[in-house]
């Protein structure tokens, strides 16, 4: 079965210092590839997503993400943290079908300390 | 963009008592429609797929009889927790895709049931 995994439950990391959080997806082909944010009390906002083509991937808030095939892997990366990223970061996958529902992973929250 | 809405935003009923949770796309016609339910700290899980004009489909120990979804029109798809306990209280969140790439969340809809 299709699973994604998300290693760390709980990060860290004091502002203005480089962010990963690591996504690993269990799958016979690639999927599509999504990283969401999640901030108290709102609801799921798209960061960035993989279908194809470049392998490292640009999204919103200067985050980015690199699908590493080899390692099954697409983990999101930011060069300098803020404090207003103190949220739960999910990582996403899709099966290659149109309409199908997404498999998150269990999720990373994020603390940012000062 | 396409705007996903849930209503209500919140809700606190007495166990027992039926709940009804609206999903509704805004701005695009959404044939499927996908609730999920996440429990504190834990990740997104998928519940049940709603098909416009037809029976849902649910996920493996998802009771369709205590979790009634219909999705009578190409922009509304609801859920009804029935005889809701405590054990049902969650964050329950409803999403439609748009195409083949685009996935769109409602902001979700918080159930405590006393």
């Known amino acids: 079965a299709q699973s994604v995994t998300q290693p760390d439950i709980h990060i860290t990391v004091s502002e203005g210092a480089s962010l990963e959080l690591r996504c690993n997806y269990s799958y016979g082909a690639t999927p599509y590839l999504f990283w969401y944010v999640q901030s108290p009390g709102q609801g799921l906002q798209l960061l960035l997503k993989?279908?194809?083509?470049?392998?490292l991937v640009q999204g919103i808030k200067g985050f980015e993400a690199e699908f590493k095939r080899s390692q099954s892997s697409f983990n999101l990366r930011k060069p300098s943290v803020h404090w207003s990223d103190a949220a739960e970061y999910f990582c996403?996958?899709?099966?290659?079908?149109?309409?199908?529902?997404?498999?998150f992973g269990k999720g990373t929250t994020l603390s940012v300390s000062s | 963009g396409a705007v996903v809405s849930q209503h209500p935003s919140w809700v606190i009923c007495k166990s027992g008592t039926s709940v009804k949770i609206e999903c509704r796309s805004l701005?695009?016609?959404?044939?499927?429609m996908f609730w999920y339910r996440q429990f504190p700290k834990q990740s997104l899980m998928l519940m049940a797929t709603s098909n416009e004009g037809s029976k849902a489909t649910y996920e493996q120990g998802v009771e369709k009889d205590k979790f009634l979804i219909n999705h009578a029109s190409l922009t509304l798809s609801t859920l009804t927790v029935t005889s809701a306990h405590p054990e049902d209280s969650s964050f329950y969140i409803c999403?439609?895709?748009?195409?083949?790439?685009?996935?769109?969340f409602g902001p979700g809809t918080r159930l405590t049931v006393l």
């Open positions: 993989y279908f194809s083509g470049d392998t």
């Open positions: 996403a996958v899709r099966l290659d079908q149109a309409g199908t529902a997404l498999i």
């Open positions: 701005d695009f016609q959404a044939t499927t």
């Open positions: 999403s439609a895709p748009v195409g083949t790439q685009r996935q769109f």
